[in-house]
């Protein structure tokens, strides 16, 4: 089924409202090939986007090397969070995820 004009546009005007400002970044933890395409996605809104692993697959890499997104190579701590709208974990450690978004939700960020 097609979406007519009214929920297309609704549709976006939801979208642009979820994104913040540009000077907010985003922080996906993880460098695994669902964390370069969480981190593909939202470097397509224009969100600055910090990605948060001690190693990187080809694909989070080739962002790196594009300059879509920066890269710190380590785990993130509560302060790296703090200037941070949304922090999506994807690790494939469960354990290692929980940490993530228990750290994100002391400095109220969004967790996805």
């Known amino acids: 089924m097609t979406p007519t004009p009214a929920q297309r546009i609704a549709r976006d005007r ?3 409202l979820a994104f913040p400002r540009a000077d907010r ?14 981190a ?12 948060f692993a001690p190693a990187l697959c080809d694909d989070a890499f080739d962002l790196l090397a594009e300059r879509l997104v920066t890269w710190e190579n380590r ?11 949304l922090v999506h974990a994807a690790t494939g450690d469960a354990q290692l995820d929980a940490r993530v978004c228990a750290l994100a939700s002391t400095v109220r960020a969004r967790v996805a």
């Open 14 to 16: 939801t979208r642009l």
């Open 75 to 85: 785990w993130p701590t509560v302060a790296d969070l703090r200037a941070a709208w």
């Open 25 to 38: 970044t985003a922080v996906v933890v993880g460098g695994g090939a669902v964390a370069a395409r969480r």
């Open 40 to 51: 593909a996605a939202l470097t397509r809104s224009h969100t600055p986007v910090v990605v």
